[in-house]
């Protein structure tokens, strides 16, 4: 569905990625409208599939989970088989919170968020235990300088 984004639901959008947990009072007082517009124009942007599930960003330090490792694995195999069995073994680990599929010399790279290095040594090995892979480096994360999710709107 094609939808037309004006510079109010860009304003809307900009608003929710700050906090979406806000009211829709506060929403609509920072965009200069009243409830019930912003209300529509969410419903709209939500079914059109510009704006997804609202979920939470958690503390990962104050949970436990203090290293992040950016895994960079390079492989052999590109059949569509193995594509199958690597995909799937990632998507059930929750350890990976992001992988990505690059072009160059390094097929895939993956952010891990774990306890510690031994946490990171427990899914290497269960990984390298399911699917065939030609070489892996980890670096870990000495210091996270930005993250965010919200697009430049």
Same mark, same amino acid.
């Given at each position: 569905?094609? /939808?037309? %984004? *004006?510079?109010? =639901?860009?304003?809307?959008?900009?608003?929710?990625?700050? *906090?979406?947990?806000?009211?829709? *009072?506060?929403? #609509?007082?920072? /965009?200069?409208?009243?409830?019930? $517009?912003?209300?529509?124009? !969410?419903?709209k942007?939500?079914?059109?599939? %510009?704006?997804? +599930?609202?979920?939470?960003?958690?503390?990962? =330090?104050?949970?436990?989970?203090?290293?992040?490792?950016? /895994?960079? !694995?390079?492989?052999?195999?590109?059949? #569509?088989?193995?594509? &199958?069995?690597?995909?799937?073994?990632?998507?059930? &680990? +929750?350890? @990976?919170?992001?992988?990505?599929?690059?072009a160059? *010399?390094? =097929?895939? !790279?993956?952010?891990?968020?774990?306890?510690?290095? &031994?946490?990171y =040594?427990?899914?290497?090995?269960?990984? %390298?235990?399911? /699917?065939? !892979?030609?070489? @892996?480096?980890?670096?870990?994360?000495?210091?996270?300088?930005?993250?965010?999710?919200?697009? $430049?709107?």
């Open positions: 569905m094609a /939808v037309r %984004i *004006d510079e109010t =639901d860009r304003k809307i959008m900009a608003e929710l990625q700050r *906090d979406a947990g806000r009211s829709l *009072d506060d929403i #609509a007082k920072a /965009v200069g409208s009243s409830k019930t $517009p912003v209300w529509n124009r !969410i419903r942007l939500r079914e059109a599939g %510009i704006i997804g +599930p609202q979920t939470v960003r958690l503390d990962a =330090d104050a949970l436990g989970f203090e290293a992040c490792f950016f /895994v960079l !694995i390079r492989t052999s195999e590109h059949e #569509a088989e193995w594509q &199958r069995t690597f995909l799937a073994a990632l998507r059930a &680990r +929750p350890e @990976v919170q992001e992988a990505h599929r690059l160059g *010399d390094i =097929d895939y !790279i993956l952010k891990v968020r774990v306890q510690n290095a &031994r946490a =040594d427990a899914f290497y090995q269960a990984l %390298i235990s399911e /699917v065939k !892979i030609y070489n @892996v480096t980890a670096l870990l994360s000495m210091e996270e300088i930005k993250s965010t999710t919200a697009l $430049p709107l």
